[in-house]
């Protein structure tokens, strides 16, 4: 771009005056979802070219205008962001300081006018200003410490990568070289990592991915809009892609555009959806690969009649103990009332959404809450529980309420069983979703008993294939990102040696590893897995790595993206 390696003269004072303008009009540029970019990127020509002081002097002279902009609803959110970046570039006090000085208010005023993503945003811009500079002295600091010892301590590893300016950097195409070999990131369109979470999800399912890059959809407008991204994920030379058009047609119509919106919601509907568009082309293969068969029995105490609800589902909805404790804000069990009590104090809860296949009850287990397995949670779900007291059952036959025993089976393997677990409990006195932050350990590898109908009972065995974490404090705010593991023999238990892990954090793709997730997810309190995909154990070896015969139109399509791009990064 600049052949002399040097930015100077007329177009660092246009630089300059183009920040200070955006930074200055954050209204008229609140919608325009690539303001962040903008702004990023502009700090990071300067960063690139060695203006450290001027940027600094930017960051001076805008920094209480930002902090006036935090008051004001329509604007907050950019400014939060903006600040963030300050904060974590300015490795002077000062910056962090002038927002310390303002939380009193904005907490304040967040009471009035409830904004839990700003309020997250705002939790996390002081973590990390509280991370950058040990030397602050917190003591006198009262708003400050009761973030601190009120909520957990956030993933600061994805507050400090996702957000600075090294990943906007790449973002940036200046560091296109450490792109992984066949792994496509998406960007972020403004909270849409609930979104590209879910597509690198179901991209990882190889079976599934197979089948959408060889269909013809025609009319069936979200599958072939999802065709386009999984082309693009399989073939495109570049860094990362955006999913603007997928978002536009997959979104459902109650989901606010810009804001964060559950993960697990948005993957049922879009299953959903597809297993609509899918029936109109005669086709069973995504109802096969995803769709759980649940059987639900009811037996009455008084008559001994049972009766049987089938039902099926995307994924199952796993109740998760919630750890007791009680302090400041964060009581987690005050209001709701616990389904079940582990012996050790574990507290169990009964799903948010009002289904009562999830309302299964612990059974009787000594597991110590950091030894706290998802085999555990999974095989309660299917335990026998008494309905008694307010939870009666209504017998048909005896036409009353009456004591009952319930339980679930699974009647069908799914080539692959999505898990997503209750983190979020309802509270009744305060109207809120609250997050469980409860730690357990997620095996590799998933025993799942099935019980087909009218055939012998199965023990099925399942490889553990991606987590999507949530990381933040509330349903509607926060961040989600991919683990996703290619398996390379999906005949095997053992040989896991091969497996290759990534860690897919919207325009960021990084090698990693299970032990690496594991240990991210132990360290940072309010970084949960959310949704889990297992792939069942297969009959053929290259069951997850299968061989694709990608649709010739796509294929052509993506090599003209591929000149394009080449283009692109000559200019
Ligand atoms: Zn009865």
């Given at each position: 771009m600049y052949t002399d390696g040097r930015l100077t003269g007329d177009r660092l004072v246009a630089i300059i005056k183009c920040l200070i303008d955006l930074i200055d009009a954050p209204i008229e540029f609140s919608q325009h979802i690539s303001y962040e970019t903008w702004i990023a990127g502009f700090c990071m020509t300067l960063i690139t070219f060695n203006h450290h002081e001027l940027l600094l002097k930017v960051i001076d002279e805008t920094t209480s205008l930002l902090i006036d902009y935090l008051f004001l609803t329509r604007t907050a959110d950019n400014a939060c962001q903006i600040l963030f970046w300050f904060v974590r570039y300015d490795k002077r006090l000062q910056t962090f300081r002038s927002v310390v000085d303002h939380l009193a208010n904005l907490f304040e005023k967040l009471k009035t006018i409830p904004n839990e993503e700003l309020k997250t945003k705002l939790i996390e811009l002081c973590q990390m200003g509280i991370v950058l500079h040990?030397?602050?002295?917190?003591?006198?600091e009262s708003i400050l410490k009761q973030i601190i010892h009120s909520v957990p301590q956030p993933d600061l590893n994805i507050l400090l990568n996702h957000k600075n300016f090294h990943s906007r950097l790449h973002s940036l195409n200046?560091?296109?070289?450490q792109k992984i070999k066949n792994r496509v990131g998406i960007s972020n369109l403004g909270n849409t990592c609930y979104v590209n979470s879910v597509l690198q999800a179901l991209y990882q399912c190889g079976l599934f991915r197979k089948y959408v890059l060889e269909q013809r959809f025609d009319e069936r407008v979200v599958l072939r809009e999802l065709q386009l991204i999984f082309a693009e994920l399989n073939l495109s030379k570049r860094a990362y892609i955006n999913a603007v058009n997928f978002v536009r047609i997959a979104r459902p119509t109650w989901f606010t555009v810009h804001e964060q919106q559950d993960c697990a919601e948005f993957l049922g509907y879009l299953l959903d959806t597809m297993k609509n568009e899918e029936k109109a082309l005669s086709s069973n293969e995504i109802h096969r690969l995803f769709t759980i068969q649940t059987c639900q029995r009811n037996r009455c105490q008084r008559c001994s009649i049972e009766s049987y609800r089938e039902e099926s589902s995307n994924y199952l909805f796993l109740p998760i103990p919630s750890s007791d404790r009680s302090q400041d804000n964060y009581n987690?069990?005050?209001?709701a009332t616990p389904i079940s009590v582990m012996k050790n104090g574990l507290k169990f809860y009964t799903a948010?959404?009002?289904?009562?296949?999830?309302?299964s009850t612990l059974p009787l287990c000594d597991t110590a809450m950091n030894s706290l397995n998802l085999q555990t949670v999974f095989d309660c779900y299917f335990q026998k529980e008494e309905l008694e007291n307010e939870n009666q059952y209504r017998c048909e036959h005896c036409r009353s309420l009456q004591n009952a025993e319930r339980s679930i089976v699974l009647q069908t393997t799914p080539e692959y069983l999505i898990l997503s677990l209750n983190r979020f409990e309802y509270d009744k006195q305060t109207n809120i979703f609250r997050k469980v932050f409860t730690k357990m350990n997620y095996p590799k590898l998933l025993n799942v008993h099935v019980y087909p109908p009218g055939a012998i009972p199965l023990l099925t065995k399942y490889n553990l294939l991606l987590i999507i974490v949530h990381t933040g404090y509330t349903l509607h705010g926060g961040h989600y990102y991919v683990y996703a593991?290619?398996?390379?023999?999906?005949?095997?238990?053992?040989?896991?040696?091969n497996d290759e892990w990534f860690l897919l954090n919207d325009d960021l793709v990084t090698s990693s590893s299970y032990e690496a997730m594991m240990e991210n997810c132990a360290q940072y309190t309010s970084a949960t897995p959310y949704v889990l995909f297992y792939k069942r154990i297969g009959q053929q070896q290259t069951e997850e790595t299968p061989q694709i015969h990608v649709r010739e139109s796509l294929i052509r399509q993506m090599r003209e993206d591929d000149s394009n791009y080449e283009r692109e990064i000559e200019k």
């Open positions: 040990p030397e602050y002295d917190i003591s006198n200046m560091e296109n070289d987690y069990n005050q209001s948010s959404n009002g289904n009562s296949l999830t309302s593991r290619d398996i390379k023999s999906s005949i095997s238990e053992s040989e896991e040696q």
